[in-house]
């Protein structure tokens, strides 16, 4: 089982990233998939999930209207566009998968990737 996560980067305030995770070992769809990111010296937060065993899906509030997540089944890829960035956006994002329902635990996700840093400062 693994999660490949891509796509950070150095942006400005205002920009835009697209991270991507591709599953292998599993099928994502039959997992609540979520993107999770840890800010310098803070905890680690849930910042968006899809279930699609319940039809769900789940945004920080610091984040809704900014973020888009989606999933590619062909692909067993997973996405995160991130739009209007701001300097507090500023992370490591990781994608991660927990069994059938989205959980703001962290501590309840069963796979994670390895990481990506997003970094957004002019």
């Known amino acids: 089982v693994q999660l490949q996560a891509s796509g950070g980067g150095l942006v400005q305030p205002g920009g835009s990233l697209r991270l991507s995770c591709e599953a292998s070992?599993?099928?994502?769809?039959?997992?609540?998939m979520s993107w999770i990111r840890q800010a310098p010296g803070k905890e680690r937060e849930v910042v968006s999930c899809i279930s699609y065993s319940d039809n769900t899906e789940y945004y920080t509030d610091s984040v809704k209207g900014r973020f888009t997540m989606s999933g590619d089944n062909a692909k067993n890829t997973v996405y995160l566009q991130m739009d209007s960035l701001k300097p507090e956006d500023t992370a490591v994002y990781y994608c991660?998968?927990?069994?059938?329902?989205?959980?703001?635990?962290?501590?309840?996700?069963?796979?994670w990737g390895q990481g990506t840093e997003v970094t957004v400062s002019s």
């Open positions: 991660a998968a927990t069994a059938v329902f989205c959980t703001l635990s962290v501590s309840d996700y069963d796979y």
């Open positions: 070992g599993f099928t994502f769809s039959n997992y609540a």
